[in-house]
């Protein structure tokens, strides 16, 4: 224990030493010859000490998360590494690799020519048909590696790519997704072109997946993707409109399973004017049963929007510049039907950001979603920014959750969350914040308290918390989870060059 | 077990390193291809600013930005926008863009990959200020008011 104490005391330390050699000193740009060689380096470190909010007498789970990036080039070739490092949490058998080398690639890049062998994101469309995507929140960070050929022109764009899906094993996070791969294997091919027509720019893309379980060497399933875009603009440029629309098929080869065709269309237009905006958004989106996708979902980040298989929703929403451009506020109505639910939804939300003097600013939300019938959600927010002194100021936040579950059953359950937070800014560079939850609903303890501290400067950032955080739905990037709650202690630095 | 830790306190401690901004080349929003080496420009420095509709104070520090620089065109600075929205907000660039009064190239970065190269944490907002070399001169992380001060201070070194 007192070796890697040790060892975390030495990796915390050396971040913060290398910090301030980092960035140039202000007030002066380098004269030094073009570089013709380049390295980068980059270490993420997740110390966390983490207890039982529910029984004190378990022991404390104590773990060092780590992930390393290399980059090196020299003309048109780069390479990378990147490789996770985990201590702690032995007997989790979902993270039980201590050391990995998660991504590898080398690329080269002649002229309009992009070509990959190993590791790299793709995405089809909007990313209905496909969506590999590294989301630093949930530790989610899954590529394809294999083979990958790109060629960009103004004109043209061409994509074609195959490998195996290659998800983290270690990801680095305090509250990391499961490994979507941890029991089978997924291969992918693809091919996506599109090109400027001289009235918008016209797409398609088709894309194979062969799914095995782990324990087989034969594929099991077989989805196959094709679809087309159109985006285009109109109006002297005011006006926007994207559509996609994709064909799902599915083939289960070693069961006699039939599965029904699946369709997903997604289409958006909007149009600005002298300080204001309308958009108004579709998706269609019918038994397309595909994981490796991350659709638009049109809903709020407070909802739960799990549901990208079997829905359908329009949305509308109005945003209108006030003072000079500084402040808004806005409105947005979404209806549709969850056939999941089997139910109709309608969501309206209201909400505003306002400027006040040179630095401040006060944000605020409300909204309220009904599941016509089974459940509800009424969310408030609210947020604002008081300068103090030079570079300072004080940050003070509020937020209400309260959802109804099962509104046809007799007897609902109640999700009641309650939020406030204060933050001080001492300067651009650090802060200090204490947090308060109160949810009532929770069945164990309903009190939830926590400190943080941020630092950042150049290319070093670092954080300490201390406290609880009660848990419940969280959501980055359109994608929402529930989270265990949180108890104990974590530092977190980065540290880039 | 023990060496990947020692190498990695190593390369930590490691202050002598090269910082040259990594080069890309991607599809703007007006359509066509920007690569950051052919904006380098003698006498000049490019400012590459990350930022995403939904991230106020990205939008802060586009407007501060698009503010000075309409005040002074004299400062030799370039400025280059890479957009990061995922598909749930990808609607939003164009009218946002236009609603803030953005007059530079916004390059889309959908899937994230030169973003993750200049920031592998994905934070915003982020921007990095590259001298006419491509060598990293400074990088901003968060909002920060007394950005354009620092800029102005760097470029106004090099012109002297």
């Given at each position: ?122 995405q089809l469309g909007r990313g209905i048909a496909l969506a590999t995507y590294r989301d630093p929140v949930f530790g989610l960070d899954?590529?394809?590696e294999g083979g990958h050929v790109r060629y960009k022109s103004d004109a043209w764009d061409v994509n074609a790519f195959a490998g ?334 | ?160």
């Open positions: 224990m007192k070796t890697k104490r040790a060892r975390v005391c030495l990796v915390v330390l050396s971040s913060a030493l290398a910090a301030p050699s980092f960035g140039a000193s202000e007030g002066a740009i380098e004269t030094s010859s073009p570089i013709p060689f380049v390295f980068r380096f980059s270490d993420h470190a997740l110390v966390a000490s983490r207890k039982d909010p529910e029984d004190p007498t378990i022991p404390d789970q104590n773990t060092i998360l780590h992930e390393n990036q290399l980059e090196a080039a020299y003309g048109q070739v780069a390479a990378t590494l990147t490789y996770t490092n985990l201590i702690g949490l032995e007997t989790d058998s979902e993270r039980t690799k201590a050391f990995v080398l998660e991504k590898k690639r080398v690329v080269w890049k002649p002229g309009a020519f992009e070509i990959t062998a190993g590791d790299a994101y793709q899954t590529t394809i195996r899906l290659n998800a983290y094993s270690v990801p680095v996070a305090v509250n990391p997704m499961s490994n979507p791969l941890l029991h089978r294997s997924a291969n992918i091919a693809a091919v996506a072109a599109s090109f400027d027509t001289g009235f918008g720019r016209l797409g398609g893309h088709v894309a194979s997946t062969w799914v095995k379980p782990n324990t087989s060497d034969v594929a099991d399933r077989q989805f196959r993707i094709a679809g087309a875009t159109y985006e285009t603009t109109f109006g002297d440029g005011a006006g926007s409109l994207y559509v996609e629309s994709n064909v799902l098929l599915t083939d289960y080869l070693t069961l006699p399973i039939e599965q029904p065709n699946g369709y997903g269309s997604y289409g958006a237009v909007a149009w600005t004017g002298d300080g204001w905006r309308v958009k108004v958004e579709g998706k269609d989106y019918r038994d397309f049963y595909y994981d490796f996708r991350r659709p638009p979902t049109l809903e709020e980040d407070v909802v739960i929007s799990l549901n990208t298989q079997n829905v359908s929703a329009g949305k509308v929403l109005f945003e209108k510049r006030l003072n000079d451009g500084r402040s808004s506020v806005w409105a947005s109505t979404l209806v549709g039907e969850d056939r999941f639910l089997h139910t109709d939804i309608v969501h309206g939300v209201v909400g505003t950001k306002l400027k006040i003097g040179k630095r401040g600013q006060i944000e605020a939300k409300a909204g309220y979603r009904d599941e016509l019938g089974k459940n509800d959600l009424t969310h408030a927010m609210v947020r604002s920014k008081i300068p103090t002194w030079t570079s300072q100021s004080l940050e003070l936040g509020a937020r209400k959750q309260r959802a109804r579950r099962g509104l046809d059953l007799g007897e609902p359950t109640f999700d009641d969350r309650n939020y406030v937070d204060v933050a001080y800014n001492f300067s651009e560079r650090w802060n200090v914040a204490v947090g308060y939850e109160y949810v009532p609903s929770n069945p164990g303890n309903v009190h939830f308290a926590n400190a943080s501290a941020n630092y950042r400067n150049g290319g070093f950032a670092g954080r300490v918390f201390v406290g609880q955080t009660s848990g419940g739905t969280q959501c980055s990037g359109g994608i929402c989870r529930q989270v265990p709650p949180f108890s104990g202690a974590m530092v977190e630095t980065t540290v880039t060059f | 077990m023990k060496a990947p830790f020692v190498l990695l306190a190593a390369f930590v401690s490691v202050s002598a390193f090269a910082v040259s901004a990594p080069d890309f080349r991607e599809r703007t929003l007006d359509g066509k291809q920007l690569q950051l080496r052919e904006q380098l420009k003698p006498g000049r420095a490019v400012l590459l600013t990350f930022w995403a509709t939904w991230c106020g104070p990205c939008l802060d520090e586009l407007r501060t930005v698009t503010g000075e620089l309409a005040k002074d065109a004299s400062i030799p600075l370039d400025v280059v926008s890479v957009n990061v929205d995922a598909p749930d907000t990808a609607a939003d660039i164009r009218p946002v863009a236009k609603l803030n009064g953005l007059k530079f190239p916004v390059v889309l970065d959908a899937k994230q990959d030169i973003f993750g190269r200049y920031n592998p944490q994905k934070t915003l907002p982020f921007s990095v200020l590259i001298d006419e070399h491509g060598s990293v001169v400074t990088t901003f992380s968060g909002y920060q008011e007394s950005m354009f001060a620092t800029i102005r201070k760097a470029v106004a070194s090099a012109k002297n």
